[in-house]
C-alpha cells in the first residue's frame, strides 16, 4: 500500500520561509513521479511543483518559480518541499502527492496517490 505522509507546515510571516517533507512508502521502483499541490480555502487544488516519472526534470507552477525548488532523495523516499519569501497568498493545505504515469503533470486528476495534508499559514 503506497502512503505519502506530509511534514514541516506552520505558521510563518510573509518573507519567512518552510521546508516541506513528504515521506513516501510502498512504491516498488523509483520511476514515480513525486510532487506538491495545495488547496486554499475555498479555492480548487492546484498544481505547485512535480518531479517527472519520466526523466525527471521538474514542473513548477507559475508563482512558484524563483520561490520554491522541489528535490527528492531516492534512497530515503524523501520528497521536500523548500519554500522561501512566503506571501499570505501560499496559505493553504499542501499535499505531497504520487504517480506512476503523471510525467511532470501539474493536473490533480494525474496523481493517484496522495497524502493527508500539512498546513500553511503565512501571516502578514
Known amino acids: 500500500e503506497v502512503q505519502l505522509v506530509e511534514s514541516g507546515g506552520g505558521l510563518v510571516q510573509a518573507g519567512g520561509s518552510l521546508r516541506l517533507s513528504c515521506a513516501a512508502s510502498?512504491?516498488?521502483?523509483?520511476?514515480?513521479?513525486i510532487g506538491w499541490f495545495r488547496q486554499a480555502p475555498g479555492k480548487a487544488r492546484e498544481g505547485v511543483s512535480v518531479?517527472?516519472?519520466?526523466?525527471?526534470?521538474?514542473n513548477d507552477a507559475r508563482f512558484a518559480k524563483g520561490r520554491f525548488t522541489i528535490s527528492r532523495d531516492s534512497a530515503t523516499n524523501m520528497a521536500y518541499l523548500q519554500m522561501n519569501d512566503l506571501k499570505p497568498e501560499d496559505t493553504a493545505v499542501y499535499y505531497c502527492?504520487?504517480?506512476?504515469?503523471?510525467?511532470?503533470?501539474?493536473?490533480?486528476?494525474?496523481?493517484?496517490?496522495w497524502g493527508q495534508g500539512t498546513q500553511v499559514i503565512v501571516s502578514s
Open positions: 510502498g512504491f516498488t521502483s523509483d520511476d514515480y513521479a
Open positions: 502527492v504520487g504517480s506512476w504515469s503523471a510525467a511532470g503533470s501539474l493536473r490533480a486528476g494525474s496523481y493517484e496517490y
Open positions: 518531479i517527472s516519472s519520466s526523466d525527471g526534470s521538474v
